[in-house]
């Protein structure tokens, strides 16, 4: 997991120097930017991605993102939220990050570590809808619906305010 | 709707900032750490079949027509090193070394240890040759050399092989290996995305690399290679990925591939000719591999070769087991899906069959035949037969005549329901029909489960008991089926699969099991599966390892528990014995837990979902609270 997160902060910092968000520099300066040490666009002051808003609060995305999870074999790696091959999704560990746009990236493009990419496979759509099925897993309702030991299979909505956690600890002096 | 606000009209690091802090208020995001669902009950006893309702051979014993032991061209006279996983070709994992001895076992102590920088499961045997040890971790297969003339062996060289990260994405059960071997100067293994690599073993240079496997198709390697008539034998994994099982066999100079043979499709793919003469009806026609599958089938069905080869170097015959047919979900896949979950019999030279034995003809329990085939010669029906013996995860050890591949005997060694013994006339297996699996309706209580009565962890023999040591399981399963999409490159199973303790509520064994008299002669129960190898020795000890970091040695002959020591993490790997430069008797093992029945720690895996890990989560809910994952050798000798 360490080297996961380790890969993930150099593929992060690389995307900064290429997408340009350097710091100004004159001429002859001491070259000073910023990087994002938190990976899958975590980086702390970016705002989550709009396209998630229709996603929040809506049972219905949930249950279709439930669908496709099985049918497109999400459930041979992550099973039913406790993980295999890849990792558990239904504790509070996001690796790539929780935040719904940050599921769908990590969909989207795949992980360096074994996830493959669906960006192209799959419509936006369904992306985001199996995006919010995951986010789901770890919900508490979802969890106190676990029937038949099986947990996942009656997800609830994911509310507006689960979003903003992404499943990090922001360092103190970055919010005050 | 506050926190709407927030996120959309202030900085966002602000919000992201102070959220989770009132997450942690309200509880809103529970954590792993605390759960600890209580592991199911035991299958009653009653459910179960006893060894003699289901036993069958074709004679009855005949002890007195001579002495169990390995044949001598695939058994040399011992040298006290350790050149391949199994120890020689008859696979017998026995040292003639009897130094240590029940009666001054207590006395071991930890010579050196050696961490290999990897907290996954290591499931690799340690080779000794010319006085180094040789040692390959889990992915991302790092290979050490150690120099065991000086003090406290230090690193001669060591390798990385770089693997593609992405591999990990393609292997079903941990990202585990099984280990290399030595042969002409040369370390010769596996990497997880599918090379074989050759090392010099005096200085850790690579000599060549080719690449068999293509993690894009969900193939994967985990086994050790055989190397034999100058040839490395590899196989792929991946019989949950949908992928087109495969034995590939490698010049061991050049490294260019010399044969493959397909485990299913045409003939010509299979390496099936005008050798081929099987023992049963069942097994024989022309193109099985495509007939005995729904159209097109065959080409995602799996078969894969990822566990032990033998070798009789006296007729230049190769012994190994195919994998289970893909997907899980037999209903996907009606037909006998040749040559899946039976025993091949190959020419070294052009990997011509000779003869095959489905075990598990339509196999519905993932019941993968890739387990160990120890080559023998014993007293059978009044005479000396020449046997393999193959104790399969469908809970048989089968006693098999290796010129023939007629079934001499098959008893069950562990707890049976899914079938009723084998017809030793067909030699087809007896499907017990209440124990088939259905679409979208769960059967509980199948035995053995899905990993097995035992899985790919070694047994050993020894010709001074006449036993077999076999480590093994004691567990069943609730089993559902799902319709499955193949996708290349992900998981091909279809099915949801929960397993539990078998009778007694413990989940492992360590059983001595007598082949001539077809019974164990004495049985260790361990409550939780075992799932290292055995080693056994000239000094009549058995060491075997558990799960939650116990290393042990037991009398050969009695089984009553010598010497233990407690491991940093548990032990799945398989422990070998040598002769240190200093003439000694040593004994080795890797520690670190993982592999399918450890995946639960080394994942982590989330303990509340008993699916996860094909299921096996389900039975190992306590693990984490009895042992971390880690990854060390250990070595160990008496005081001198």
């Known amino acids: ?176 | 709707m506050k926190t709407k606000t927030i996120l959309l009209a202030t900085f966002a690091a602000v919000a992201v900032a102070a959220l989770p802090v009132v997450a942690a208020q309200t509880g809103m995001f529970p954590q792993r750490a605390g759960a600890k669902p209580p592991l199911p009950k035991p299958v009653p006893a009653g459910d179960v079949f006893t060894r003699e309702q289901i036993g069958h051979a074709l004679a009855p014993p005949t002890p007195g027509a001579g002495r169990t032991v390995a044949p001598a061209a695939a058994a040399p006279q011992d040298d006290g090193q350790w050149t391949m996983p199994a120890k020689n070709y008859a696979a017998t994992r026995y040292t003639s070394l009897n130094e240590i001895t029940p009666a001054n076992a207590k006395n071991l102590q930890e010579v050196f240890s050696f961490s290999l920088g990897v907290n996954k499961g290591q499931e690799a045997a340690p080779i000794v040759v010319d006085n180094t040890m040789y040692v390959v971790s889990a992915f991302p297969n790092h290979v050490y050399a150690l120099d065991l003339t000086k003090e406290g062996a230090p690193l001669k060289w060591s390798y990385n092989p770089k693997p593609v990260p992405a591999a990990a994405g393609v292997a079903c059960c941990d990202v585990v290996n099984r280990g290399g071997a030595y042969a002409d100067g040369k370390f010769v293994f596996n990497t997880l995305d599918g090379a074989t690599i050759a090392l010099d073993a005096k200085t850790g240079k690579e000599v060549w690399r080719t690449q068999l496997g293509d993690i894009n198709k969900g193939e994967s390697v985990t086994m050790a290679p055989l190397i034999a008539g100058g040839k490395v034998l590899v196989g792929n994994s991946g019989g949950e990925f949908g992928v087109h099982g495969w034995l590939t066999a490698l010049d061991l100079g050049s490294g260019k591939i010399a044969w493959r043979a397909y485990h299913t499709g045409p003939d010509d793919q299979a390496l099936i000719g005008k050798d081929f003469h099987p023992f049963y009806a069942m097994d024989r026609g022309k193109d099985l591999g495509v007939k005995s599958w729904p159209a097109g089938a065959w080409q995602i069905g799996g078969g894969t070769m990822w566990g032990w080869i033998a070798y009789d170097p006296a007729t230049q015959t190769i012994f190994y087991g195919t994998a289970n047919p893909g997907p899980w979900n037999q209903l996907q896949r009606p037909g006998d899906n040749k040559w899946t979950a039976g025993l091949f019999a190959r020419d070294v030279n052009t990997g011509q069959a000779k003869w095959f034995y489905q075990m598990n003809p339509h196999d519905e329990h993932d019941y993968d035949g890739i387990n160990e085939q120890l080559l023998l010669d014993m007293p059978f029906g009044g005479k000396m037969r020449e046997v393999l013996l193959h104790p399969d995860r469908n809970g048989y050890v089968y006693v098999v005549d290796r010129e023939t591949g007629q079934v001499l005997s098959a008893d069950p060694y562990g707890p049976v329901n899914s079938s009723k013994g084998v017809n030793l006339k067909t030699g087809r297996l007896i499907v017990n029909p209440a124990k088939e699996t259905h679409l979208g309706q769960v059967v509980h209580d199948i035995c053995p489960t899905a990993s097995g009565a035992k899985d790919w962890n070694p047994s050993s023999f020894s010709p001074r008991t006449g036993l077999v040591y076999i480590p093994h399981e004691n567990l069943c399963m609730d089993w559902m089926n799902l319709e499955v999409n193949y996708i290349s490159g992900t998981p091909y199973v279809g099915a949801e699969v929960k397993m539990k303790p078998g009778p007694g509520g413990h989940r492992g064994e360590l059983t001595a099991w007598d082949p001539v008299l077809r019974k164990p002669a004495w049985t260790i129960r361990e409550d939780l599966p075992v799932w290292s190898g055995t080693v056994s020795t000239g000094g009549d000890l058995v060491f075997y390892g558990t799960m939650d970091g116990w290393f042990k040695a037991v009398d050969a002959r009695t089984g009553k528990l010598v010497w233990k020591q407690k491991l940093e993490s548990g032990i799945i790997g398989q422990p070998i014995s040598y002769k240190g430069p200093d003439s000694h008797q040593y004994v080795a093992v890797l520690s670190g837990v993982g592999g399918w029945s450890g995946a639960i720690v080394s994942g982590p895996l989330d303990p509340r979902d008993g699916s996860s890990a094909l299921g096996f989560v389900n039975t190992m809910t306590d693990l984490p609270n009895r042992t971390t994952a880690g990854g060390t050798l250990h070595v160990f000798a008496l005081p001198h």
């Open chain 1, 1 to 176: 997991m360490t080297l996961a997160l380790a890969l993930g902060a150099c593929d992060q910092a690389k995307d900064d120097t290429s997408t340009g968000t350097f710091a100004p520099a004159g001429p002859g300066a001491p070259a000073q930017r910023d990087v994002a040490l938190v990976p899958g666009g975590g980086d702390l002051v970016t705002a989550p991605d709009r396209r998630a808003l229709p996603y929040l609060d809506n049972a219905a995305a949930v249950t279709e993102g439930m669908q496709l999870y099985n049918q497109m074999n999400c459930v041979g790696c992550h099973f039913n939220g406790g993980g295999g091959i890849g990792p558990p999704l239904m504790d509070t560990s996001w690796t790539y990050g929780g935040r719904l746009d940050q599921i769908y990236d990590t969909i989207y493009f795949g992980r360096a570590n074994g996830m493959p990419a669906w960006g192209g496979k799959l419509t936006d759509d369904q992306i985001w809808k199996i995006a919010s099925y995951v986010r789901s897993m770890s919900l508490p309702e979802t969890i106190a619906a676990n029937g038949n030991g099986t947990p996942s299979q009656h997800p609830a909505p994911v509310p507006r305010e689960a979003d903003a956690f992404d499943g990090w600890h922001v360092p103190k002096e970055a919010g005050s």
